[in-house]
């Protein structure tokens, strides 16, 4: 191919606006958008009746993970090929140390192993214990490595949480160093206690796994954690917010003035928990994840956060586990590897349960799915955009094409979809990662070792609103 493309004929959708151009694309760049474009030896895509769009970019992915005494079954290529068939781009993964050990070493394991990605992709690197080696490592992380964004968990006792000591210590050093903290927010200590008391009074089933991890688990450690960060004057970035609790908080803290980000998984969205109301063991551990699913009256409270700014990006912590894995449970639901897929079918769910339904606009789609993910996590706008010198991350999106969510047909290498049966309105013709056809006509032209590493710069303390810059004030 000619390495050269013309994007014809489609309605340009951003955050910001859509506009009637043409797209060109060169060496993996958007060289020019307007009408009448100087095309010649250019490949060109028709995008008659379709909107282009800024890539999706995922957030918060698990591949081949190491977790719970199994390793999740997609890793970087297989769950990148089910990312660009959705019409997503760019994932951030999260890279998780050892217990004790070194975050370097986890972010170049995980480097490693995402060197199969077919499209970009960039690390959070997760905060485990403390020490000043870690805070060493953080600083040579956000100096050298390209990493902006820290994750801890709350959860996940005796493994990966961590207490509140470590995360104001981290939370404290990440600020200084300009980078973004995520957490985990469900109280661990709180899940412990009640997988301990639900297991001693018989429930060893998967519908204990709701009943250990209540709304209040979360809301719990949301509070807590904004509490953490407002007493740091930290910025703030909270994964898979999934409770009515968790958004409140959210609310308020930021109509106090406190920069608090929040994420929500197309997953939590639109699946509520009466998928664990079964007897079939299958089918509910297939949807034990945490948090888990919730009583429905959470979802309009996360729909209306995220058209009301409350809740910015969309996730899918896409962390796969087949029957067999998920079966190492059958008699303790509290060994049921925890996680759901969701990655190839999260733009497809946005579009028709948010756009399609009312509840967002063409332009919070985007916002939500890509551009303020791009601008959270500081690598806007050579992301999250279209706009002439951005990467050539594009999907051809077709607004009224519809498929029906399968398990049969989907790219992801596990073999359950939460989506099942789903059929949705507004689908990806064609992805392009990097200026590259991926993704075309149902097919994908995908090239393993394509996907590249995406250094995100740290931020500068003046973006960061409560930290000391100096200023008055
Ligand atoms: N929750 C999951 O369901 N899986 C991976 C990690 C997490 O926090
Ligand atoms: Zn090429
Ligand atoms: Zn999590
Ligand atoms: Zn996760």
Known sequence: RSGTLLIRGGTIQTAESALRADILVRDGIIAAIGDGLDTSGADVLDAGGLLVIPGGIDPHTHMEMPFMGEVSSDDFRTGTEAAVAGGTTMIIDFAIPEPGGSLIEAWRVWSERAKKAVCDYAFHVCVTHWSASVASEMETLVRDHGVNSFKHFMAYKGALMVDDGVLLSSVGHAL????LCNVHAENGDAVAHLQKT????GITGPKGHPLSRPPS?????????????????????????STADATDAIG?????GQRVFGEVLAQHLVIDDSVYD?????????????????????????WAGLANGTLQTTATDHCCFCAPQKANGRDDFTK????????????SVLWHHGVRTGRLTPAEFVAVTSTNTAKIFNIHPRKGNVSVGADADLVLWDPNGTRTISAATHHQRVDYNVFEGMEVTGLARTTIAGGHVVWHENQLHTVPGSGRYVARPPFAPICFPHADTGAAG
Not at 220 to 239: M, N, T
Not at 252 to 256: I, K, L, S, V, Y
């Open 176 to 179: 200084s160093l300009g980078a």
């Open 278 to 302: 079964t007897d079939d063991f299958r089918s509910a551990a297939a949807h034990v994840m945490s948090p888990p699913f919730r009583p429905k009256s959470h979802q309009a409270k996360l």
């Open 252 to 256: 308020r803290a930021r109509a106090n």
């Open 336 to 347: 049921i590897p925890n996680g759901t897929p969701g990655i190839e079918d999260r733009m």
């Open 217 to 241: 688990v979360e809301g719990e450690a949301a509070q807590r954690i904004i509490a953490i960060a407002d007493v740091l004057g930290a910025p703030i970035y909270i994964v898979h917010v």
């Open 198 to 201: 639900l297991l001693e009074r």
